[in-house]
């Protein structure tokens, strides 16, 4: 079964606190899971000296994520933003950019490969036929 690490909301109306989570796929949002590893508190709170922007407050058990991302957890797209705002995994839009890229270079790459067969299949169907005598 799928392995997630994921965000389970407690608090109160208005007032949401989620817990970082890591459980099985199919399990609904708020039900045990199989290890809580962070909080993540959305709504920003000033600053202790008055001076500067809101925060957020993150608490997050790296070593146990890290773990769990070892093992082929697969984090949400919450999650795998929080995580990597602590530098665990990359963000995904540059992987996105990283897989687009990629994906450029096999059509660049193709585009011969692929007009070399297209020759090769004309040639091979455009032979005269031989006389049979």
Same mark, same amino acid.
């Given at each position: 079964?799928?392995?997630?690490?994921?965000?389970?909301?407690?608090?109160?109306?208005?007032?949401?606190?989620?817990?970082?989570?890591?459980?099985?796929?199919?399990?609904?949002?708020?039900?045990? /899971?199989?290890?809580? @590893?962070?909080?993540?508190?959305?709504?920003? %709170?000033?600053?202790?000296?008055?001076?500067? +922007? #809101?925060?957020?407050?993150?608490?997050?058990?790296?070593?146990?994520?890290?773990?769990?991302?070892?093992?082929?957890?697969?984090?949400?797209?919450?999650?795998?933003?929080?995580?990597?705002?602590?530098?665990?995994?990359? /963000?995904?839009?540059? @992987?996105?950019?990283?897989?687009?890229?990629? %994906?450029?270079?096999?059509?660049?790459?193709? +585009? #011969?490969?692929?007009?070399?067969?297209?020759?090769?299949?004309?040639?091979?169907?455009?032979?005269?036929?031989?006389?049979?005598?």
């Amino acid at each position: 079964m799928v392995i997630r690490l994921r965000l389970a909301r407690f608090g109160r109306r208005h007032a949401p606190v989620y817990n970082i989570v890591v459980c099985h796929a199919r399990t609904a949002r708020n039900s045990k /899971p199989i290890e809580v @590893i962070g909080t993540y508190d959305p709504i920003a %709170k000033p600053p202790i000296d008055g001076a500067g +922007k #809101p925060v957020k407050d993150i608490q997050l058990d790296t070593t146990r994520a890290k773990y769990w991302l070892g093992v082929g957890a697969q984090p949400s797209d919450t999650v795998w933003r929080l995580m990597s705002m602590f530098g665990l995994i990359e /963000p995904q839009w540059q @992987i996105q950019r990283i897989l687009a890229a990629g %994906k450029e270079e096999m059509v660049r790459s193709r +585009k #011969p490969k692929l007009q070399e067969n297209l020759n090769e299949t004309v040639e091979t169907t455009v032979k005269p036929k031989e006389a049979t005598q």
